[in-house]
């Protein structure tokens, strides 16, 4: 709700394949969103020592985001999942009833600017197949770039249930 937000007082919305200029915006508005994105931060996460964000929108909008994770004491680490956009242009009009090609511009937009956003930082391009199949070894580069050296197994089987296949109702191999 908030990028949402964000990205209306920009001009644009989720569904626009055009890119997002945060010069759009005030310097008073920017810096209320960022308080408003620390805020949430801390309301969704407490003080947790690290944290997971996965939303399409923040590909658009890094240049908001941006210093805002660093200044509460995260570091970044950035994963790019990178999944056919058949799908996702398949997804979108499933759902949204939106034409496959508007589709297809729209993952082209969140992708060309997710990795124009993460260029200079660390990340982690992630074929979202091999995700799908085989979580455990596809994070593997996420905890070794995080410098964690892995992650907290104990959890392990609610996300296999979580990333079960039925969820995936596009598939283009």
């Known amino acids: ?6 990205l209306e007082a920009g001009g644009s919305w989720w569904a626009d394949w055009r890119r997002f200029d945060v010069k759009r915006l005030d ?8 308080r408003e994105i620390m805020e949430t931060v801390l309301a969704e996460f407490g ?4 944290l997971a964000l996965k939303d399409p929108r923040i590909c658009r909008l890094a240049g908001v985001w941006s210093g805002v994770l660093e200044a509460m ?18 997804s979108l009009h499933a759902r949204n009833g939106m034409p496959i090609a ?10 060309l600017d997710a990795e124009r956003d993460t260029r200079k ?3 982690v391009l992630m074929l979202w197949n091999d995700f799908m199949k ?4 596809a994070m593997a580069p996420v905890a070794t770039l995080a410098g964690t050296g892995g992650f907290d197994m104990r959890r392990a089987s609610e996300i296999d249930v979580y990333l079960s296949g039925d ?3 596009q598939n283009v191999p």
């Open 1 to 6: 709700e908030l990028n949402d937000r964000v």
């Open 121 to 123: 930082s660390g990340r």
């Open 47 to 50: 003080g947790a020592e690290s």
């Open 134 to 137: 085989d979580w455990r070894t």
């Open 27 to 34: 310097p008073e508005t920017l810096a209320g969103f960022r």
């Open 73 to 90: 004491g995260y570091r970044r680490v950035n994963i790019v999942p990178l999944r056919s956009p058949l799908e996702v242009a398949g």
């Open 102 to 111: 508007k589709g297809l511009a729209l993952w082209l937009r969140h992708v």
């Open 167 to 169: 969820l995936r109702h």
